[in-house]
């Protein structure tokens, strides 16, 4: 009887000791994979077992639930077990303690609620093709989604050099900041992103609601040029390489950098700043 019952648990899908609501959609081949995955990786905190171990405690710790969808959702993907360890320990290497950025964020315009425990700092160029796509994405979270109340998020200009009017639109974009209408104009800047080109800067301060005439002005003024250099040499201080860049709560962050990845890892600090550490 009792070698029945041995066998019967064998025969059990994997997914049944998963507990979460992604990993229990997988069958088959990709119900295998992430098996495979959750039993030889561990978490990097509040357990010391494989995550799949970890996952049978009651209660459930919050970081390895978060932990186990990640893989569930990347086998969903399609992603090969290789890819998902390596973004493991990257987003490992992201969300344990470590020293902190020197980032100065005065004058610059925020979204989401100030008394918000965690915050964003991303460091982008106004020409930049994916910080056109994820960072609207994250406004959206931080402004009236998930996010909201969780996060606070600022923006550094970081023009690079390989992206055809980096200069311009950095100045652009940092003219927008002085004029109080830095978010509206980034929106709508990457809203219309493959449409640019240089003679729509001002066409576009005006649908942002700024004067034309005095966003020219500003754009050609150089306190402003001196405000997108000296935002640039700190993103190299801060070994800022590439677009986008982000630090949460002070820690560069070096993990994938897709919106469910981003999404996910902002509410891991939120638990972690707020103690929960345990899911109900």
């Known amino acids: 009887m009792h070698r029945l019952l041995a066998i019967l648990v064998l025969l059990l899908p994997a997914g049944s000791y998963a507990q979460t609501p992604t990993c229990d959609k997988l069958d088959g081949e990709q119900n295998k994979l992430a098996q495979e995955i959750l039993s030889s990786q561990h978490p990097y905190d509040c357990c010391d077992d494989t995550i799949l171990e970890c996952l049978k405690e009651k209660p459930v710790c919050a970081l390895v639930w978060r932990l186990a969808e990640n893989v569930c959702r990347r086998v969903l993907d399609k992603e090969d077990q290789a890819k998902i360890t390596r973004g493991l320990s990257r987003r490992a290497r992201s969300m344990m303690p470590g020293k902190q950025a020197e980032i100065d964020l005065e004058g610059l315009p925020m979204i989401g609620d100030p008394k918000s425990p965690v915050t964003l700092v991303e460091y982008a160029c106004a020409r930049c093709p994916y910080c056109s796509k994820i960072t609207p994405k994250l406004h959206e979270a931080i402004t009236d989604g998930v996010l909201k109340g969780k996060v606070k998020m600022y923006f550094k200009i970081f023009p690079i050099r390989g992206h055809p009017y980096s200069k ?45 005439e005095a966003f020219k002005k500003l754009v050609s003024d150089p306190g402003i040029r001196k405000r997108v250099v000296a935002s640039k040499k700190e993103g190299i201080v ?21 919106p469910d990845e981003m999404l996910d890892v902002l509410e891991e600090e939120y638990e972690r700043v707020k103690g929960i550490e345990y899911r109900k």
Request: net charge negative; proline share 3%; with cysteine.
């Open 168 to 212: 311009e639109t950095g100045l652009g974009f940092m003219a927008a900041v002085e004029m109080g209408r830095f978010w509206e104009f980034l929106l709508l800047s990457y809203q219309r992103f493959d449409v640019f080109c240089v003679d729509k800067q001002l066409e576009w301060a005006e649908d942002a609601g700024m004067a034309p």
């Open 238 to 258: 801060n070994k800022v390489e590439a677009t986008p860049t982000f630090f949460i709560n002070g820690r560069k962050f070096y993990g994938d950098m897709n």
